[in-house]
């Protein structure tokens, strides 16, 4: 069964800290691979997607990595913000011979970043 | 743009009961989905449409349907609600598949009792 799993499953930062969130999956082959922010209460919001060729990723202090032969990905926050306390979703898109687009998510890292 | 919105945003239902989710988007997007939420899961799919017309099961589709007679909307009908049913639900939309972002609406959080 295609999986993704992510850890930590929560983390407590400072304001202005890094931090690092990772992504193992074992959907093979795969198309892509996305992250995702969701703010408590709403939406997920798209913050990079990466192709199996590609290795890295930015998105302004979001930096997504991929490691297609480890099946490994990480999301690097740079100098973190309180506006980035929120669950980061990763998500793997299988290669479909059919219709649809039947994304596999994990169950997300939810991040707290304190004064 | 308005994007992908969803009505309503709370709803508490009796078992047994029906009711309709309404998810509208106004970017033209081809591709819509439905999604479920539950606690400490990841997302799963319910339903997706790939066109006004055309529609087709996801992963739990079971207690649902859907129909697309128009590009922008995308409504879920829940017949005979269950508790199992207790989630949030997410329309989402993209405009293709493989590689597109999908957008997200806010999201209906509904609870069977």
């Known amino acids: 069964k295609n999986q993704v799993e992510q850890s930590p499953q929560s983390l407590i930062i400072l304001e202005g800290k890094n931090c690092t969130l990772q992504?193992?999956?074992?959907?093979?082959?795969?198309?892509?691979l996305r992250w995702y922010k969701q703010d408590t209460g709403r939406g997920p919001v798209s913050l990079t997607i990466?192709?199996?060729?590609?290795n890295t990723k930015s998105n302004g202090r979001y930096t997504a990595t991929l490691d297609a032969d480890t099946k490994q990905s990480s999301l690097h926050i740079t100098a973190s913000q309180l506006s980035d306390s929120a669950s980061y979703i990763c998500?793997?898109?299988?290669?479909?011979?059919?219709?649809?687009?039947?994304?596999?998510f994990g169950t997300g890292t939810q991040l707290k970043v304190e004064l | 743009n308005a994007g992908v919105t969803q009505t309503p945003k709370f709803r508490i239902l009796k078992i047994g009961q029906s009711m309709t989710l309404q998810c509208a988007q106004d970017?033209?997007?081809?591709?819509m989905y439905w999604y479920r939420q539950d606690p400490g899961m990841g997302l799963k799919l319910i339903y997706y449409?790939?066109?006004?017309?055309?529609?087709d099961k996801g992963e739990v589709p079971n207690g649902y349907n859907v129909s697309r007679s128009t590009t922008e909307d995308f409504p879920l009908r829940l017949e005979l609600a269950a508790p199992s049913q207790t989630s949030v639900y997410f329309c989402?939309?993209?405009?293709?598949?493989?590689?597109?972002?999908?957008?997200f609406g806010p999201g209906t959080r509904l609870t069977v009792l």
């Open positions: 449409s790939v066109g006004a017309g055309i529609t």
């Open positions: 998500v793997v898109s299988p290669i479909l011979t059919g219709g649809g687009n039947k994304l596999t």
């Open positions: 990466m192709t199996f060729s590609e």
């Open positions: 970017m033209n997007h081809n591709y």
């Open positions: 989402a939309s993209s405009e293709r598949v493989e590689t597109d972002t999908q957008y």
């Open positions: 992504c193992n999956y074992t959907v093979s082959p795969f198309s892509n």
